[in-house]
């Protein structure tokens, strides 16, 4: 007589394979989530810290500018730099691009010497969210960062070309 063995086909997953899967997972996640959190802050700080030096970069730019073009005094339009428009003090710091060479700041001439220094692509200023909101504390510019409202800053100080990053 012949004897038949049934081969028992597989249903699928025992509880405790999904138990084993669920507890690894969970693990996992444990230690991911709080990393790609921080990736998130750490992406802002380096968002601010690049514009900051972009800012200071064309600061200088602008001074050199000034400088190879054989000026010693406050300067409306330096030639030969961005948009042949930046204004700069007596010292060859950028001031505003309104024919303005006072180095006291206003938002406005904030907003200006952002715009033409950093030229295309800057971080926003303006507009319904901007990047970075314009304050002139004590006669010099304050840019503060917006999307993570942690309040980091950058500073222009236009009586000697400084630029400071402040990261909360």
């Not at 406050?74 to 309104?98: E, H, K, L, M």
């Not at 033409?116 to 319904?128: F, K, R």
């Amino acid at each position: 007589m012949r004897q038949y063995r049934k081969v028992k086909e597989q249903q699928g997953f025992t509880l405790i394979e999904l138990v084993v899967v669920i507890a690894i997972l969970a693990i996992l996640a444990a230690f991911a989530l709080p990393r790609f959190a921080q990736l998130s802050e750490q992406a802002h700080q380096s968002s601010i810290r690049a514009t900051a030096g972009a800012l200071a970069a064309g600061v200088a730019l602008t001074k050199t500018q000034w400088v190879s073009n054989g000026l010693t005094v406050a300067t409306a339009n330096v030639q030969g730099f961005g948009n042949d428009n930046v204004d700069v003090s007596g010292d060859g710091w950028p001031t505003a691009t309104d024919d303005t060479t006072d180095p006291a700041m206003t938002v406005d001439r904030c907003q200006q010497v952002w715009v033409g220094v950093l030229q295309s692509n800057a971080p926003t200023i303006t507009g319904g969210t901007p990047d970075y909101a314009v304050s002139a504390p004590s006669g010099d510019c304050l840019f503060t960062y917006q999307l993570d409202g942690q309040g980091s800053t950058i500073s222009y100080d236009a009586d000697n070309g400084e630029i400071t990053t402040t990261i909360n």
